[in-house]
């Protein structure tokens, strides 16, 4: 469970995982599980509810930080279809460059 230990940001998508790969175990376990594991699932069972009650309002949060940028980028392209214009072929034209190179590098 590094995932929540570490100071970097964390995707949606890091936390899917976790949460798919917790479940797993979780699966696993409950398959083979005897009296003795029932203790060890009971603790992973609340690891697995606590990780989703953590990671849903995060998810949430990402999602709406995301609209929002999306809006922000549609109303500045419309206030200033030019400007966007140029710097998206300025970035066609910086990722073509780079193909160049890196095929004329072979």
Excluded at 28 to 57: F, I
Excluded at 79 to 100: C, F, K, M, Q, Y
Aim: aromatic share 4%.
């Amino acid at each position: 469970m590094g995932l929540f230990n570490s100071h970097q940001p964390t995707t949606a998508e890091q936390i899917e995982r976790e949460i798919h790969n917790l479940m797993a175990a979780l699966d696993e376990l409950k398959q083979g599980a005897s009296k003795e594991s029932r203790h060890t699932l009971d603790n992973l069972r609340a690891r697995a509810e606590h990780l989703w009650e953590y990671s849903s309002p995060r998810l949430e949060r990402m999602s709406l930080q995301t609209r929002r940028a999306g809006q922000l980028a549609n109303q500045y392209a419309h206030e200033h279809p030019w400007s966007t214009a140029v710097l998206g072929l300025g970035l066609i034209v910086g990722a073509a460059t780079l193909v160049g190179l890196m095929l004329s590098r072979r």
